[in-house]
T-cell receptor, first 112, second 109 residues
Framework: SQTIHQWPATLVQPVGSPLSLECTVE??????LYWYRQAAGRGLQLLFY??????ISSEVPQNLSASRPQDRQFILSSKKLLLSDSGFYLC???????????FGQGTRLTVV | DAKTTQPNSMESNEEEPVHLPCNHS???????IHWYRQLPSQGPEYVIH???SNVNNRMASLAIAEDRKSSTLILHRATLRDAAVYYC??????????FGKGTRLSVIA
């Protein structure tokens, strides 16, 4: 069966510090991968998605970046965090086309 | 742009059926209709999806209008654990899923 791992579960980081969140998928190959963010009390905002190794599409211009160094690994990064980067970060994967998406348990990031 | 319209909130009594509506009047012929739900402090969870025919699974039923411009998610017997935000989404192939604000369902004991 397929599983998605996302870590850490919670993170408190000072303003200006770097960020690296990792997401890995097991049990499938060549998935579509996604990063979403949910600010407190708000909806899910799509940040990045990838349809293959090294292929990243950005939906929202900001100080975050994403990379896909391996087929089932998706990394969200920042060189310098802002207070506004606080939120609930979710990684998701789906097979091609019209299939359902599966979400990780999320990382709750608080920038202080 | 989520391209679907849902009520902001709904309330149901425990053990009663719940009908959650969704309008997607601009849906294309190849778009699937997906439903997800998000419990507090968790990631979204897939519920059900369909194209034209009504669909049933262990969690819910999906009724799709004949013109496909609307659909209804049916929870046959609401429980307290069904309290969540329910999202109706158009799935256009390989394009990413875009979430709207969803419907916050409250279940009263």
């Amino acid at each position: 069966s397929q599983t998605i791992h996302q870590w850490p579960a919670t993170l408190v980081q000072p303003v200006g510090s770097p960020l690296s969140l990792e997401c890995t998928v097991e049990g499938t190959s060549n998935p579509n991968l996604y990063w979403y963010r949910q600010a407190a009390g708000r909806g899910l905002q799509l940040l990045f998605y990838s349809v293959g190794i090294g292929q990243i599409s950005s939906e929202v211009p900001q100080n975050l970046s994403a990379s896909r160094p391996q087929d089932r690994q998706f990394i969200l990064s920042s060189k310098k965090l802002l207070l506004s980067d606080s939120g609930f970060y979710l990684c998701a994967w789906k097979r091609r086309a019209y299939t359902e998406a599966f979400f990780g348990q999320g990382t709750r990031l608080t920038v202080v | 742009d989520a391209k679907t319209t849902q009520p902001n909130s709904m309330e149901s009594n425990e053990e009663e059926p719940v009908h959650l509506p969704c309008n997607h009047s601009t849906i294309s012929g190849t778009d699937y209709i997906h439903w997800y739900r998000q419990l507090p402090s968790q990631g979204p969870e897939y519920v059900i999806h369909g194209l034209t025919s009504n669909v049933n699974n262990r969690m819910a039923s999906l009724a799709i209008a004949e013109d496909r411009k609307s659909s209804t998610l049916i929870l046959h017997r609401a429980t307290l654990r069904d309290a969540a935000v329910y999202y109706c989404i158009r799935n256009s192939g390989n394009t990413p899923l875009v979430f709207g604000k969803g419907t916050r369902l409250s279940v009263i004991a």
